[in-house]
């Protein structure tokens, strides 16, 4: 069936580190491929999005490449704030059903 | 601004009560989603919903029930609380048909349930 890894956090970093957070997934045909943000006390908000192969996502500063070769949609950007500080998860659908195959997710702490 | 409203945000409430959880969108949204995510932060589906009158069960097996009467709403039921079912629970909707395959989800922001 498919599935989705992520690498384990916590990731703590400093601010205006570079930031990547892996993500691989296991699936048949070619499925869409999601970064979900969750903020302390919220719901999860679509960080970015990635349909089909060497597609690229970008939002906020953050980008993620649909890499089909390798069946992975790394996380990364080049100098997180204090406010990225969140869970970040990565996520694949496949098909009509639009069900959604999320990793554990990785909790990211940025400090001053 | 979410456009997908959870109600209540939090409740703490005795063992044995009978509990809905409300999900409301406005988007017009046809399918619907409920997710139970463990303190560890994983997600579980536990019910979707295609459409009005539509509801199944998700991977996650679960002891509430849904029901889907009107296209902008998508209760959650637990007949009688246990303490196992203390949890973040989230609703999510997207949009779905010809042209539009995988859209993503739009979550609410939750409620956290906590059952004494």
């Known amino acids: 069936g498919n599935s989705v890894t992520q690498m384990e956090g916590p990731v703590t970093l400093s601010e205006e580190a570079f930031l990547t957070i892996n993500c691989t997934y296991t699936?048949?045909?070619?499925?869409?491929l999601f970064w979900y943000v969750q903020y302390p006390g919220e719901g999860l908000q679509l960080l970015l999005k990635?349909?089909?192969?060497?597609d690229k996502g970008s939002n906020k500063g953050f980008e993620a490449t649909y890499r089909k070769e390798t069946t992975s949609f790394h996380l990364e950007k080049g100098s997180v704030q204090v406010s990225d500080s969140a869970v970040y998860f990565c996520?694949?659908?496949?098909?009509?059903?639009?069900?959604?195959?999320f990793g554990k997710g990785t909790k990211l702490t940025v400090n001053p | 601004e979410a456009d997908i409203y959870q109600t209540p945000r939090y409740l703490v409430i005795g063992t044995g009560k009978k509990i809905t959880l409300e999900c409301s969108q406005t988007?017009?949204?046809?399918?619907m989603y409920w997710y139970q995510q463990d303190p560890g932060m994983e997600l579980h589906l536990i019910h979707y919903?295609?459409?009005?009158?539509?509801?199944e069960k998700g991977d996650l097996s679960s002891e509430s029930t849904v029901s889907r009467i009107r296209t902008e709403h998508f209760p959650l039921t637990l007949e009688s609380a246990r303490p196992s079912h203390t949890s973040q629970y989230l609703c999510?909707?997207?949009?779905?048909?010809?042209?539009?395959?995988?859209?993503?989800?739009?979550f609410g922001d939750g409620t956290r349930l906590s059952i004494l």
């Open positions: 999510a909707s997207s949009e779905y048909g010809q042209g539009v395959r995988n859209q993503p989800q739009h």
């Open positions: 699936a048949t045909g070619y499925p869409s």
């Open positions: 990635a349909t089909k192969a060497d």
């Open positions: 996520a694949l659908s496949q098909g009509g059903s639009e069900k959604l195959v």
């Open positions: 988007m017009g949204h046809d399918k």
């Open positions: 919903s295609y459409g009005v009158n539509s509801t």
